[in-house]
């Protein structure tokens, strides 16, 4: 036991290393295949592999969604521009067999059982009946989810545990901000945090949902979460293995940090959601503000109203708005070129809104 505790500290302390490199950005974007003729019928990956043979950075997820998965860049500005083009390629690929591409936290028509489990590694099978023993959210997580993944590089030592902790500050407001789960299995759903309350329900002492980043002692404290996780099989009693099943809102992965809790959104939406989040964690010093202002919020209460009201509620909205204004005063110490050129006419009239909709309530 003793054993097996010091390798999981010590594989864990490597998920916090940092990277001492110029801090690079990375984007993942998953997107719902679907034909127009009968939206509810599941396309599979077998239909869709020979169409994007020659589309880089392409990958699935285990009910079928697309994953377009560009390597890192230098800014938001590039990083938003490769995905862009990876999208445009996969979209045109697709086409000419009559697969389309939505971009949506939950699968609008379709429900898990009618997608079926696309994926039959060892991984996916063991955590498709593991999840399944625990309730129906874990297959749909699975199988009806897709988000847009913002990897920020890690800044080592002192100053990471920072954006570590601000990170898990964030998450859930920018879940909140950008939430598009509006509808699932044809309905329309009362709030549009679907996908959140999702990831909620799905296995909490596998995805932590704001019990993360609330010490100083990060390692120590992601070393208790993984070793409270039941192991998912035995095919995954190795620690790396087991510490590849989870899935926080926040993922450290050694030199970076992936950001798990934003919806798959529309292309005019994405661009503000990765320069938010990069300007609030990526840019030397913001992250120090977000900590000073949010470190006393009630996170796991901030989650609630992310997968339910959203901003609509006065206590999510207030906090928006107060980042949104730390984003928006970062904005003047970056380069010109850092952000996507649409990015920041974007966060100013996502702040005027948002801030409108506080005084109107």
């Known amino acids: 036991m003793v054993t097996r505790t010091r390798v999981l500290g010590d594989a864990v302390e490597s998920l916090f290393e940092g990277s001492y490199a110029a801090p690079l950005v990375g984007l993942e974007r998953e997107l719902f295949a679907y034909r127009h003729e009968d939206p509810t019928a599941a396309v599979t990956i077998a239909d869709m592999r020979p169409h994007l043979a020659d589309v880089p950075d392409v990958a699935f997820e285990p009910g079928g969604q697309v994953e377009l998965n560009p390597g890192p860049q230098p800014t938001a500005a590039a990083a938003v521009a490769v995905l862009r083009e990876r999208e445009r390629a996969a979209r045109a690929a697709l086409a000419g067999a009559g697969i389309h591409l939505a971009a949506a936290g939950l699968d609008p028509w379709r429900r898990p059982e009618r997608i079926g489990l696309q994926l039959t590694s060892s991984r996916y099978c063991d955590l498709d009946r593991y999840l399944s023993r625990r309730g129906s959210a874990g297959r749909r997580f699975m199988r009806q989810t897709a988000g847009l993944h913002v990897c920020v590089d890690l800044r080592p030592g002192a100053e990471g545990v920072v954006q570590w902790r601000a990170a898990n500050l964030v998450a859930p407001v920018l879940a909140a901000l950008f939430a598009n ?181």
């Open 181 to 361: 789960s509006r509808y699932c299995e044809g309905r329309r759903l009362t709030t549009d945090g679907g996908r959140t309350a999702v990831c909620l329900a799905t296995d909490p002492a596998r995805m932590a949902y704001g019990r993360l980043g609330r010490t100083r002692d990060v390692v120590g404290e992601y070393a208790r979460f993984a070793a409270a996780a039941p192991t998912l099989s035995e095919r995954f009693r190795d620690v790396d293995a087991h510490l590849s099943t989870l899935f926080p809102a926040v993922r450290p992965r050694g030199r970076y940090l992936e950001l798990r809790c934003l919806d798959s959104m529309p292309g005019s939406d994405l661009p503000v959601a990765v320069a938010l989040a990069w300007l609030l964690l990526g840019v030397r010093g913001v992250d120090d503000e977000v900590l000073a202002g949010l470190d006393s919020c009630d996170v796991p209460a901030l989650w609630e109203l992310a997968a339910g009201p959203g901003i609509l509620h006065p206590t999510a909205r207030g906090i928006a708005v107060r980042l949104l204004r730390i984003a928006s005063a970062a904005v003047d110490v970056l380069p010109p070129g850092e952000l996507p050129p649409d990015a920041c006419a974007g966060l100013a009239d996502l702040l005027e809104r948002t801030t409108r909709q506080r005084r109107s309530a």
